[in-house]
């Protein structure tokens, strides 16, 4: 379709986010001849950037970047779409026969439907009760970590979340130990890593973390059997898990704070990592994305559910 052709096709789809769920919502939307707008706070796929190794995509992507950069340029291969970047969705409206997107420079994108995949973010320190950090030391995220080429002596790892596995793997040549404090609720996610031999998994009741002498951090934690240790590492990162981001208004929460797609009004559909914490993987956000925006197609068209 030639570009002016596109611009007479009105908005039928917004689309909140542009990860590899809203990435593959405009696809997929494109593809049967709907016009998008998706809007992004940030850059496309820009969590991808931080996944140095992936292993489970099909196609032979294994690098985030790689993979961002192919989505990318997928999407730009289509007239369909509009994308704003550098655009924060801060309310989403739903009514009988539209919804309404507020953006936060003011302006209000209106259309038939919307596909929300805002995703997830990383927990802080302040949102798990076993853990104690002082006001004013700020621990980064595993996640977006780049880890200093000075570090001597260990790094301490809080929490077991997945980008541990990741950050192992991207850092092959990092010859320090690693200390993993977690919690109960993180034991099933230790067997990813408890075979590297950098890995020293230490299950705690309770951790507080305190600046040390000499830029050290300083740890005290409580084992499971109550016993108390101390130790100073070189350095601290967080890896907590992470917590649906759904824009304000219309989104429908369960009792997780997730946001499932039969929850919605008929006009929203929530796809990707907000949908649930169980399936928050590329494959199934792209899965989510493109089967949200047949479900917007098939209803505007007046395809009966079969
Ligand atoms: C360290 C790490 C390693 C991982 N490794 C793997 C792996 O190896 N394999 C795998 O399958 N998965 C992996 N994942 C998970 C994978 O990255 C996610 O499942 C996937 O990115 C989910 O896609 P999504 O589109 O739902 O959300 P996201 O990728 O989080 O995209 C959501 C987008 O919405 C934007 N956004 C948020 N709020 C707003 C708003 N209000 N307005 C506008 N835009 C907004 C964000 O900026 C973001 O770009 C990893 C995740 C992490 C953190």
């Not at 919502?25 to 991808?48: F, I, P, T």
């Not at 009741?205 to 590492?233: C, K, P």
């Not at 008929?266 to 169980?278: F, K, V």
Request: charged share 20%; aromatic share 4%; proline share 8%.
């Amino acid at each position: 379709m030639a570009a002016s052709e596109a611009r007479d096709v009105p908005t039928e789809l917004i689309i909140v986010g542009g990860g590899p769920a809203g990435c593959a919502a405009a696809l997929m939307a494109a593809s049967v001849g709907m016009r998008s707008v998706l809007v992004e706070a940030d850059a496309l796929c820009a969590k991808l950037q931080h996944i140095g190794a992936i292993n489970n995509v099909v196609g032979g992507h294994s690098s985030g970047p790689e993979l961002a950069a192919a989505i990318a340029k997928d999407l730009a291969r289509t007239e369909l779409c509009e994308i704003q970047l550098g655009v924060r969705a801060v309310q989403v409206q739903a009514y009988d026969d539209h919804v309404a997107v507020l953006l936060d420079g003011g302006s209000r994108l209106v259309a038939p439907y919307a596909v929300v995949a805002t995703g997830v973010g990383p927990l802080g320190s302040g949102d798990v009760p076993w853990l104690t950090v002082p006001d004013g030391l700020l621990l980064p995220t595993l996640w977006g970590a780049k880890v200093p080429d000075d570090h001597h002596g260990p790094l301490l790892v809080i929490g077991a979340d997945r980008p541990l596995g990741t950050f192992l793997r991207v850092h092959p040549a990092l010859d320090l130990p690693v200390l993993v404090a977690y919690p109960p609720e993180d034991e099933y996610k230790v067997d990813e890593v408890r075979h590297d031999p950098r890995v020293t998994l230490n299950p705690i009741a309770s951790l507080s973390v305190r600046a040390g002498a000499n830029a050290q951090i300083s740890a005290e934690w409580t084992d499971r059997e109550g016993r108390q240790s101390t130790q100073s590492l070189a350095a601290a990162y967080l890896n907590l898990g992470s917590a649906p981001v759904p824009p304000a208004g219309a989104i429908v929460t369960d009792a997780t704070g997730y946001c499932p797609p039969d929850h919605q009004h008929p006009r929203i559909m929530t796809a990707g990592d907000l949908r649930s914490s169980r399936f928050q993987r590329i494959m199934t956000a792209i899965g989510s994305g493109t089967e949200a925006a047949l479900r917007a197609y098939y209803d505007l068209r007046g395809v009966p559910s079969p």
